[in-house]
């Protein structure tokens, strides 16, 4: 079988090598959007509003015109394939041209400071690099295709995080309806090889080797609170997305130019209003919560709620990963400005803003175990890391009783719907 043989190894060895090279040119147009965030925001200096409000125009009017085929995550066909893979029109928007469609997405994406990152992007090259190899390579043609893209998909976002554990814990629980070691080997092989060649760029919120004592008996009651608090928000933020997608959706498609200017005006009066700080995936504001820092107003926690809507239910490329983390991430400093409440160290606010991040995340995704991991893998607190998985857990379990269809599979629905008429 491929993948336990040695043959199999060497194999997923010598493609994950490929993949790490090519999620390069994804990792520097991220670095390069939080390069432009920090030299032309906070101001704001009238470049960086010209490149929030002209990039995003090109970005939606693009997304929803000549370059449709690129916009959003990219991970529907992958998800679409595990129920039905006989689908040529959702394998299509797979291919390796697809993806040339998404890459001025991308850079238009991080010009303008769309909000979304390079999690959903990277799995969907490397679902699509697999299929590529698929056609030139007998053994990778043994595998069942909703298998192989579970795989591109799961160890495409591991090697771009660096951490093979992550990409198959998302393969898991996210992409694939087959579980077990045929999945979880390749997975781990290909990120892992992947994540040798990677670069560091576009992900300033990774802490690696972040040092912090167990968490204390007195911040307990903190943790229940988030972790209550975030997850609620996080399913609310699904229950959001969802409806202002689908309202939005046709007057993207009847005047894309038209809806373009509307978005781009809103999103630059937003960014203005938060200094710049609703710009890009968050990574400069969750990294510093994660190491213990709170020095953004409270306010921020609503400006990048409404950047982070309105960027994913116009098509921008990526999901939603790093916005919930963010937004958990900012409850903590919502929390400390309010009356009364007494100033926390710099440790329990670093370990309180990974338990909202992970809550957050998890009550909109759905996914307990890769969205705690996920955390880890930004923060790299191993302490922390039971009370994640508790939290993830937990968060999942009460908002999977309200929240209704996730982001994904309300995309899902809607793929099949429009491919099976």
């Not at 679902?127 to 590529?132: D, H, K, P, V, Y």
Request: glycine share 12%.
């Amino acid at each position: 079988m491929l993948g336990l043989s040695l043959g199999g190894v060497l194999l997923w060895l010598s493609l994950g090598f490929l993949l790490g090279f090519w999620e390069w040119p994804y990792q520097l147009l991220s670095e390069l959007g939080f390069e432009l965030q920090q030299r032309l925001w906070p101001g704001p200096t009238p470049l960086g509003v010209v490149l929030v409000f002209g990039g995003t125009v090109a970005l939606v009017g693009l997304a929803w015109g000549p370059l449709a085929r690129g916009r959003g995550g990219g991970l529907t066909p992958v998800l679409a394939a595990q129920q039905d893979s006989d689908q040529p029109a959702l394998q299509q928007v797979l291919s390796l041209k697809t993806q040339l469609y998404r890459l001025p997405l991308l850079v238009l994406t991080h010009l303008s400071g769309g909000t979304v990152g390079v999690e959903s992007p990277s799995a969907s090259l490397g679902a699509s690099f697999l299929l590529a190899c698929r056609s030139r390579c007998s053994p990778l043609a043994a595998l069942p295709l909703p298998l192989l893209l579970a795989i591109g998909g799961g160890a495409g976002l591991g090697a771009a995080f660096r951490s093979p554990l992550l990409g198959a814990a998302y393969a898991i629980e996210e992409l694939s309806r087959e579980k077990g070691l045929r999945l979880v080997l390749p997975t781990l092989l290909l990120a892992g090889t992947g994540a040798l060649v990677n670069s560091q760029l576009g992900q300033p919120a990774r802490l690696d080797g972040l040092r912090m004592d167990a968490l204390p008996l007195k911040l307990w009651p903190w943790v229940l609170l988030l972790t209550v608090l975030a997850s609620t928000l996080g399913g609310l933020f699904v229950r959001c997305l969802i409806p202002l997608s689908v309202w939005l959706t046709p007057w993207f498609k009847r005047t894309p130019w038209r809806s373009s200017l509307g978005i781009a005006l809103v999103l630059t009066l937003v960014a203005w209003l938060s200094g710049g700080l609703s710009l890009n995936d968050g990574g400069l504001l969750l990294g510093p919560a994660l190491a213990g820092s709170v020095t953004v107003p409270s306010a921020t926690l609503i400006w990048r709620w409404i950047a982070s809507l309105l960027s994913i239910a116009a098509g921008v490329p990526g999901g939603l990963m790093h916005d919930t983390m963010t937004l958990g991430s900012l409850l903590v400093g919502v929390l400390q400005s309010l009356p009364g409440v007494a100033p926390l160290p710099a440790m329990a606010i670093a370990q309180l803003a990974a338990v909202g991040a992970t809550a957050l995340f998890a009550g909109a995704n759905g996914t307990p175990l890769f969205c705690a991991l996920f955390v880890f893998t930004l923060q790299g607190d191993s302490a922390l890391l039971p009370v994640l998985l508790l939290v993830s857990a937990v968060s999942t379990a009460w908002v999977g009783m309200w929240r209704g269809p996730t982001w994904n599979e309300a995309q899902l629905e809607t793929a099949m719907a429009h491919h099976t008429r």
